[in-house]
């Protein structure tokens, strides 16, 4: 099995920044994919941010020029600085990796989902 947890939300004030990070631990071969989703009621799960398979970073256009995408292969963990939030970043964000794992010597390419973290941008 595969866990991504997700830390870092909170409330901030217009114009502010967070850092959310997703750790993932497991049985992990690999990770071909791996990135940030975010989700209001009512509404559809969004991209936010994704590091693909092909070794690109790609950022939805609403986000592009205020969040950043890092990771740290060695912790399996994944970072996303979001600065200059604007109301209409409130969320939950959704930490996501497109992976392969081998349990009892079976290999199994699937994907996971971290529980998420709220971020709320108001004054």
């Known amino acids: 099995q595969v866990q991504l947890v997700e830390s870092g939300g909170g409330l901030v004030q217009p114009g502010g920044s967070l850092r959310l990070s997703c750790a993932a631990s497991?049985?992990?071969?690999?990770?071909?994919?791996m990135g940030w989703y975010r989700q209001v009621p009512g509404k559809q799960r969004e991209l936010v941010a994704v590091f693909t398979s092909s070794g690109s970073t790609n950022y939805a256009d609403s986000v592009k020029g205020r969040f950043f995408m890092s990771r740290d292969n060695a912790k399996n963990t994944m970072y996303l600085q979001i600065n200059s939030l604007k109301p209409e970043d409130t969320a939950v964000y959704y930490c996501?990796?497109?992976?392969?794992?081998?349990?009892?010597?079976?290999?199994?390419?699937?994907?996971?989902w971290g529980q998420g973290t709220q971020v709320t941008v108001s004054s």
């Open positions: 996501y990796a497109d992976h392969l794992t081998v349990i009892a010597g079976v290999h199994r390419r699937d994907d996971s």
């Open positions: 497991g049985s992990i071969v690999s990770i071909y994919a």
